[in-house]
């Protein structure tokens, strides 16, 4: 087929995501090659290429995956930029749990789903991340009518929302050691705030510096949320001990 000029003009950004989708052979996919992509589609495209808003679009039965910039840091250094192209449930599978029905609804009955602060575990960077997003799940519709594919937008709120979490347990700290009366009581009710948070605080070990600086104590400790009493995990060591150099 000879190239149309005007059928690429959805393809002429400048962005990583752009140049990446007019390198991509597009023919080895579903799609086809994007000088015969419908309307609808290349519309879809040019639009979410052209946005600043983190987007992801599945395209077909198949659910071929287009995404742009904004979307990267959604996917992580390790599935970027190998989403281009792939099948959604295939890239997805460790999570298609979660997505899966989400676009099954949008595909087959054309649901539109919106779930705020929503928390997601995903295996990305080569690790498992805890991240919050507020994402909808949109149908989108081709030249005849029908349902084509679905559109993902996604805000991530994962800062926001874990930066809330941590205050809030920084805040019940103080309201809770504060008023007791010794150390140890203060050191317990802190270890108990920060069991209750083990999202961000799995593992914690507390350490009580003498006023000579010539020592310190285990004074408690927080391990996967079970808390316990210095007495019996240590005896007094050395501000420059290790495996713990206090000091430093």
């Not at 395209?59 to 995404?67: A, F, K, N, P, S």
């Not at 996917?75 to 899966?100: I, K, T």
């Not at 080569?126 to 993902?152: F, K, M, N, Q």
């Not at 007495?231 to 713990?244: M, N, R, S, V």
């Amino acid at each position: 087929m000879t190239e149309n000029p005007s059928q690429r003009v959805f393809l002429t950004g400048r962005g990583e995501m752009e140049e990446r989708t007019r390198a991509f052979p597009w023919h080895h996919t579903p799609l086809g090659a994007p000088d015969a992509w419908s309307k609808s589609l290349r519309c879809t495209v040019g639009l979410l290429l052209n946005s600043r808003h983190p987007m992801l679009l599945w395209w077909g039965r198949e659910l071929v995956q287009l995404y742009n910039d904004a979307y990267r840091s959604s996917l992580g250094e390790d599935r970027h930029p190998r989403a281009l192209g792939a099948r959604g449930p295939d890239f997805w599978a460790s999570s298609w749990s979660e997505f899966g029905p989400r676009i099954e609804a949008a595909m087959d009955w054309g649901e539109v789903t919106r779930d705020e602060d929503r928390r997601v575990c995903l295996f990305r960077n080569g690790r498992l991340e805890e991240a919050y997003w507020t994402y909808s799940y949109s149908p989108v519709l081709d030249d005849e009518g029908r349902i084509g594919g679905t559109l993902l937008s996604v805000h991530d709120e994962t800062g926001c929302f874990i930066g809330r979490r941590r205050l809030r347990t920084l805040r019940r700290i103080a309201a809770r050691a504060a008023p007791r009366r010794d150390e140890a009581a203060a050191w317990a009710a802190a270890l108990e705030v920060l069991a209750d948070n083990s999202y961000d605080v799995p593992w914690v070990v507390g350490y009580a510096v003498a006023t000579s600086e010539r020592g310190v104590k285990l004074v408690g400790r927080h391990i996967a949320g079970h808390s316990s009493n210095g007495a019996e995990l240590t005896k007094d060591a050395g501000i420059d001990a290790q495996p713990w150099p206090i000091r430093e």
